[in-house]
């Protein structure tokens, strides 16, 4: 399994540019793409943080591939879910998404609102971006970081951004612990791993320390791409001086695409290269903390951990909540002053959030979800 990997030191849009169109060429991505009409880029847009602070895909990785894409024709979509509970055109707007977007004519998604699919896989039931399985082709640009609890993220976690609104928060508080909560990740890669036909991985800018948003910034200088996301982080994460053992989700998902270790290929260069001295032990202390307390501690974690839809005196009755609402949890009632959640139906997307005219559902968070989610 091919991995490519570019050393290029900054943005300047030509230079990254050209290494796009030797990737395309490398990975034959002009006959891969000959019969699709639209293509779907998933870049890593984590939440409203500026280019520089490295914790976002740089939108010139993503222009140069756009302009990339266009010459060959291709109608471009690009679409997330940012982390938290901030507006998502907030988030497009700090991270100079919306601008790039409007500038190239590109569909921009949000994916808490464009519409959700339900894959099952493994006895648990997932609710992914609709957009992400009738695009004809995706590419996943994802960011090159280290993570607090998973250690490390590239591209197979970006793929955790096609779970709706807090429900990402939601999975993080049912499986609190590494062990529980790779399952998620894993699972999620099997679904739509088949999908992607090229991962690249933006290590130009990238993270260490407290990632994936609490990091310092630093200069890997490095573009990777491969059409295996599982490969590619693979080697991507040993470089940043991770071992096999710290990067469990990663190996489980190279078994599951079927890819013996000996078989990722790499220029000499960097077959055993490491970066000098990255900062990858600092975890976040609370997440430590539960990670290796007892089961009955993570209960009660689940138990106080807790955030949900509701509504506020603002709510004047237009009814754009039920309407929105994926799963028809949203019930109006004659004479009552508010719509009714059935919490037992509500999978947490916070599409009512965002939809909402008049800023009348908030969202209520317990004294522990205050501290965890932005
Ligand atoms: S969209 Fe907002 S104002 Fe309209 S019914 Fe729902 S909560 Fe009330
Ligand atoms: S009530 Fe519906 S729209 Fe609102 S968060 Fe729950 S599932 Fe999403």
Redesign the pocket.
Same mark, same amino acid.
């Given at each position: 399994m091919k991995i490519m990997i570019e050393s290029q030191k900054n943005y300047e849009l030509p230079a990254v540019k050209a290494i796009i169109d030797r990737i395309f060429a490398e990975f034959a991505l002009i006959n891969k793409l000959q019969e699709c009409r639209t293509v779907l880029l998933k870049p890593n847009l984590l939440g409203a943080y500026a280019p520089s602070r490295a914790v976002t895909t740089h939108p010139v990785v993503i222009e140069a591939v756009i302009i990339k894409l266009q010459e060959l024709g291709k109608e471009v979509w690009l679409g997330d879910s940012p982390g938290g509970s901030l507006p998502v055109s907030r988030v497009w707007q700090v991270t100079g998404i919306d601008e790039l977007c409007s500038r190239y004519g590109v569909r921009l998604l949000n994916f808490n609102t464009a519409g959700i699919s339900e894959h099952k896989l493994h006895g648990e039931s997932y609710q992914l971006a609709e957009s992400f399985f009738t695009a004809d082709a995706v590419i996943s640009l994802a960011k090159y970081k280290t993570h607090s609890l998973m250690n490390y993220t590239g591209c197979i976690k970006n793929l955790y951004g096609l779970v709706p609104?807090l429900k990402k928060s939601d999975y993080h508080s049912r499986y609190p612990t590494y062990n529980d909560f790779k399952r998620v990740i894993t699972d999620i890669y099997e679904i739509c791993c088949r999908r992607i036909v090229l991962h690249i991985l933006d290590g130009i800018d990238g993270m260490e320390g407290e990632g994936p948003s609490a990091g310092i910034p630093r200069n890997y200088g490095i573009l990777l791409a491969s059409v295996s996301g599982a490969a590619l982080d693979v080697q991507a994460a040993g470089m940043l001086g991770f071992k096999r053992e710290q990067l469990a989700y990663l190996y489980e998902c190279l078994n599951m695409e079927q890819i013996p270790e000996q078989e990722i290929s790499v220029d000499t260069r960097w077959q055993k290269y490491v970066f000098p001295n990255v900062k990858i032990r600092k975890v976040n202390q609370i997440v430590k903390m539960i990670q290796h307390s007892p089961r009955f501690m993570q209960d009660i974690f689940r138990s106080i951990y807790k955030f949900y &839809?509701d509504f506020n005196d603002n709510c004047r009755l237009c009814g754009v909540?039920k309407e929105?609402? &994926?799963?028809q949890?949203?019930t109006m009632t004659e004479g009552a002053k508010t719509p009714v959640?059935d919490y037992a139906?509500?999978?947490? #997307?916070? #599409?009512?959030?965002e939809l909402c005219p008049y800023q009348a559902?908030y969202i209520h968070k317990s004294f522990l979800a205050r501290f965890l989610v932005k």
């Open positions: 609104g &839809p909540c929105s609402c &994926p799963v949890a949203i959640i139906k509500c999978i947490k #997307c916070m #599409c009512c959030h559902v």
